[in-house]
Antibody, heavy 120, light 109 residues
């Protein structure tokens, strides 16, 4: 079974840092591009960051560029998101998602999400 | 930047009805980059449709997608209680790499 499990969320003060992880299983992780997508409380979905099968291709949303860093460890089947200089606007559930390019470009599946709360 | 506008914001229907959800892009996009997701409260989004009209694995044929250019539609026939949720469209390409519509909430009338 294809599975993505996020961890690392929690409560952090404004200006602080947090590192999220996503453990992948049930598929050949190194062959898939991955993304982080977030959802603020009661709001819609916002794509955050993308990483290709290697680190040669990395992209960020403007809202996190320069503060967040996406990385992957293909040997450990894991995806990471280092988040620095956090503000209240970063409070959200963070999902990792596998990109599939069979007949399109889309996210399937998604992890269950990990909640990040930025508050004094 | 390609913006996606979904309408209506909320759709109130009864089980057994037919739902028609719209997603309009701010500029023409390839149908291949348009996807639809369903999200229920407390759950992660689930892929329904990719490439504008291709059902994802395990999605019943009551769900169908169509459209091209700037106008795309998700149609759900014979609504079941489990279908009431929030639906998002998504496109890929350009900058930012991915954008989502703001969502349509399908609620029981």
């Amino acid at each position: 079974e294809v599975q993505l499990v996020e961890s690392g969320g929690g409560l952090v003060q404004p200006g602080g840092s947090l590192r999220l992880s996503c453990a992948a299983s049930g598929f050949t992780f190194r062959l898939y591009e991955m993304s982080w997508v977030r959802q603020a409380p009661g709001k819609g979905l916002e794509w955050v960051a993308y990483i290709g099968t290697t680190t040669a291709h990395i992209y960020y949303a403007d809202s996190v560029k320069g503060r967040f860093t996406i990385s992957r460890d293909n040997a450990k089947n894991s995806l990471h998101l280092q988040m620095n200089s956090l503000s209240a606007e970063d409070t959200a559930i963070y999902y990792c998602a596998r990109e599939d390019t069979t007949l399109g470009n889309y996210f399937d599946p998604w992890g269950q999400g990990t909640l990040v709360t930025v508050s004094p | 930047e390609v913006l996606l506008t979904q309408s209506p914001g909320t759709l109130s229907l009864s089980p057994g009805d037919r739902a028609t959800l719209s997603c309009r892009a701010s500029q023409s996009i390839s149908a291949s980059v348009l996807a639809w997701y369903q999200q229920k409260p407390g759950q992660a989004p689930r892929l329904l449709i990719h490439g504008a009209s291709n059902r994802a694995t395990g999605i019943p044929d009551r769900f169908s997608g169509s459209g091209s250019g700037t106008d795309f539609t998700l149609t759900i026939t014979k609504l079941e209680p489990d279908d009431f949720a929030v639906y998002y469209c998504q496109q890929s390409g350009g900058s930012p790499l991915y954008t989502f519509g703001q969502g349509t909430k399908l609620e029981i009338k």
